[in-house]
């Protein structure tokens, strides 16, 4: 049972250049989310999914673009990447949402943006 | 102003020690968690809370919703629970649960 894996979890990208970032969960989980996590600013909600075929807008969704085809895949893309999107990525899953249940993270995705 | 205030920051304690990490919300919430991350590490969830006490071997956790206030204690601290630990509340009212986090507090435990 591995958990919530996101791949991959170090990436130095050139400005302009796009990329996808993979997050998996095997627990059969309805809700995930992408975050991304900068100093000072703590966590911020990017993207999320309630269901498969499903995504909505967080509260910095502005460069970003997910998919969630499949119930245990959730994909956050940068279609052109620029220096402000330098940061660590999380993933989450949860059954219940984050408002009423636990939730699972991954390990993290490195991002770097020259 | 961050709805969701930690103190303290950064807390430095000798292995053994009673550890005490408080969370003040600023609005109504309906449930809390507690986040651990460890130096480059990965996020843990440690508790989600919605009322009363939780205990998870050396960790206890209890939350006040009424007067807008979560602790996280750590008995017998040991350098491995040096890590920054994170509280995140849900006000309600989303399909998805919004959370909001507060900006985390450093434990640093010596041996």
């Known amino acids: 049972n591995a958990g919530v894996t996101q791949t991959p979890k170090f990436r130095v990208l050139k400005t302009g250049q796009s990329m996808t970032l993979l997050c998996a969960q095997d627990m059969n989980h309805e809700y995930?989310?992408?975050y991304r996590q900068d100093p000072g600013m703590g966590l911020r909600l990017i993207h999320y999914s309630v269901g498969e075929g499903t995504t909505a807008k967080g509260e910095v969704p502005d460069g970003y673009n997910v998919s969630r085809l499949?119930?245990?895949?959730?994909?956050?893309?940068?279609e052109s990447a620029a220096p402000s999107q330098t940061s660590v990525y999380f993933c989450a899953s949860s059954y219940y949402g984050a408002g009423t249940g636990e939730l699972f993270f991954g390990e993290g995705s490195r991002l770097t943006v020259l | 102003k961050n709805e969701v205030e930690q103190s303290p920051q950064n807390l430095t304690a000798q292995e053994g020690e009673f550890i005490t990490i408080n969370c003040s919300y600023s609005v109504g919430i309906s449930a809390l968690h507690w986040l651990q991350q460890h130096p480059g590490g990965g996020i843990v969830s440690l508790f989600m809370l919605s009322s009363g006490k939780k205990k998870h071997g050396r960790l206890i956790a209890t939350i006040n919703i009424q007067e807008k206030h979560s602790s996280l204690h750590i008995t017998a601290s040991h350098p491995r629970d040096s890590a920054v630990?994170?509280?995140?509340?849900?006000?309600?009212?989303?399909?998805?649960?919004?959370?909001?986090?507060?900006?985390g507090t450093i434990l640093t435990v010596h041996p």
Do not use: V
């Open chain 1, 32 to 34: 995930m989310y992408w």
């Open chain 1, 70 to 78: 499949k119930k245990q895949n959730f994909l956050l893309g940068l």
């Open chain 2, 85 to 103: 630990y994170i509280c995140a509340g849900n006000a309600g009212g989303t399909s998805y649960g919004k959370l909001t986090f507060g900006q």
